[in-house]
């Protein structure tokens, strides 16, 4: 017969771990923590990678920056594409930066 959860662990969610990150999510990241020298480079190894169309790669990447499981997995990288997105959005949104 199953048991109840113990009173400690009841109505508590496991904090994220990197383990919850699949395989390709992490090469998402891995493509997008480089530092690319030429765009068409890492569009052609996004391609050749993942299979993927840039908008797709990114659509993915914007949507794992946003889960705490990514920045629980390589936190450093993910602060740091955080701020650029946020400072590409403060672009086109015509807001100052800084």
Do not use: C
Request: no cysteine.
């Amino acid at each position: 017969m199953e048991q109840p959860p113990s009173d400690d662990t009841a109505g508590e969610a496991a904090a994220p771990t990197a383990a919850d990150l699949t395989d390709e999510e992490k090469a998402v990241l891995a493509i997008a923590s480089r530092r690319w020298k030429h765009s068409g480079v890492m569009e052609s190894h996004v391609y050749d990678t993942l299979g993927w169309s840039m908008t797709r790669f990114f659509q993915v990447l914007n949507e794992l920056l946003d889960r705490p499981e990514t920045y629980a997995y390589d936190p450093v990288n993910v602060a740091r594409l955080r701020r650029l997105r946020d400072l590409r959005q403060g672009v086109r949104s015509g807001r100052p930066s800084g």
